[in-house]
């Protein structure tokens, strides 16, 4: 039988996915304009309910450091590039004051800043939305569901969700109504948050199509040049294989859904320690059969991210950020971690990297300028134009040799920190398309949410 934590895996996998295509027009069933319409707009949500992303993770005791490490030049002993291990949810539920900080001290000691896939880029966001645009338009509903028991447990989830949003009592039932016309991997979703106590601030937000940024999206926008390791059809490629129809609607799956939470794994990640880790999203158990789509989601996909991290760091002589889930860095014979050392580099955990670490890069070293109006760094011209560029295989930026990210002073260090809320000059439209896709990586288990 399936477990809650497999279950999870589905919902942000592909619930996201669905999210932003209605966002975008894509599927007659826009729960986030209907929700809105019912609760006064997006200033009536946020009066009702305020939307300050406070540190609510529970506190455990552990050190609370995050799961960083350098990444080592074996041959000339080097420090080239930093690694960081995600899980792909809003940094205020995983990040300690410490950790925000020594990420930060890391990023700023570094030129480029690459994630899975670069969320950042319009074009990677568009050819993305290739992949979502059939999969909506076949989505299974609450509707669809054969099972009257299991019909009737998500009825009644889903109307305790909307009960416990509506800003008063005659609003319910068109909220209810709403959630039942949702795709079945969006209604998973809500129930995965509806079910974590930590999360109750970011479902409203979800709701409102407004979501919060996931820390892989956090990383890419406080870096000076963002990048992906990871070409666009390996995603797609993923999400068509857990997509679910009518034809395929799982029982087990569904009832695993309906109690599934993300409290413990949200609080062994910001524990800071990998044995915790990997404790609790029990790898071993969940993983192992070897089957060909498990070899897609960790073994080709890792040799595809290890390919291209050994590219960026042979084309530059300055750090290099790579931001992917926890566990692709050290689980099975084809971790980062293993790929890594056969390109010729290691890996030495530094879970506190202070200022007083980091070389005092400068912008000008990076060959980028702050954009103080958007919030964001551009290539310098001269860089982008330069003689000496090599594009990364399987990555989405250009590094530049004299390329480096970080500030040039502390006002700079303030410029980069204020950009890193991601949401600079675009709408909730966008916005909301770009979250979709941070959870792609997710698979059976709630320890998707660290691939």
Not at 207 to 221: K, N, Q
Not at 299 to 327: C, P, T, W, Y
Not at 428 to 445: A, E, P, V
């Amino acid at each position: 039988m399936l477990s809650f934590e497999k279950t999870a895996s589905v919902v942000l996998a592909t619930a996201q996915y669905v999210a932003a295509g209605q966002t975008l027009q894509l599927s007659p069933h826009d729960i986030h304009r209907n929700l809105l319409r019912q609760m006064g707009g997006l200033n009536g949500l946020f009066n009702t309910y305020g939307s300050s992303h406070t540190r609510n993770a529970q506190e455990v005791d552990c050190p609370e450091t995050p799961y960083l490490w350098k990444i080592i030049e074996n041959d000339s002993g080097k420090h080239v590039g930093f690694g960081l291990g995600t899980m792909h949810v809003p940094s205020d539920l995983i990040l300690s004051d410490g950790s925000y900080s020594s990420i930060f001290s890391a990023i700023a000691d570094s030129c480029d800043v690459y994630g899975e896939i670069n969320l950042r880029d319009p074009a990677i966001i568009e050819e993305l939305g290739q992949c979502i645009i059939p999969l909506v338009e076949n989505a299974a509903t609450v509707i669809d569901i054969q099972d009257q028991d299991i019909k009737s447990a998500y009825e009644a989830k889903l109307l305790e969700i909307a009960t416990s949003v509506a800003p008063d009592e005659s609003l319910v039932d068109g909220i209810y109504q709403a959630l039942l016309l949702l795709p079945i991997f969006l209604v998973q979703q809500y129930v995965l948050y509806s079910n974590t106590p930590e999360y109750e601030q970011y479902l409203l937000l979800e709701l409102a199509g407004t979501p919060a940024s996931a820390l892989d999206d956090d990383v890419l926008s406080i870096g000076r040049v963002p990048g992906g390791l990871e070409e666009v059809s390996t995603q797609c490629a993923i999400l068509e294989q857990l997509y679910v129809t009518q034809d395929n609607l799982d029982n087990q799956a569904l009832l695993a859904g309906l109690n599934a939470t993300l409290s413990s794994q949200i609080s062994a990640y910001k524990c800071g320690s990998i044995e915790t880790m990997e404790s609790a999203f029990d790898v071993e158990s969940e993983l192992g059969n070897n089957t060909e789509f498990e070899m897609q989601l960790l073994g080709n996909r890792n040799e595809q991210m290890a390919s291209a991290i050994a590219d960026i760091l042979n084309s530059s002589n300055n750090k290099a950020f790579f931001a992917v889930g926890f566990l692709h860095w050290l689980h099975g014979d084809k971790s980062l971690n293993n790929l890594l050392n056969d390109y010729g580099y290691s890996l030495e955990l530094v879970p506190n990297y202070g200022p007083d670490d980091a070389e005092d890069i400068s912008n000008e070293q990076c060959g980028v300028t702050f954009n103080r109006t958007s919030g964001v760094f551009e290539l310098d011209e001269a860089e982008s134009q330069g003689t000496f560029s090599t594009t990364v295989p399987n990555a989405n930026t250009t590094i530049t040799e004299g390329t480096d990210v970080s500030g040039d002073s502390e006002e700079d260090s303030e410029n980069v920190l204020n950009s890193a809320d991601g949401t600079n000059d675009e709408d909730n439209s966008s916005n909301m398309f770009k979250m979709t896709f941070t959870s792609i990586l997710c698979i059976i288990g709630l320890w998707c949410f660290t691939y």
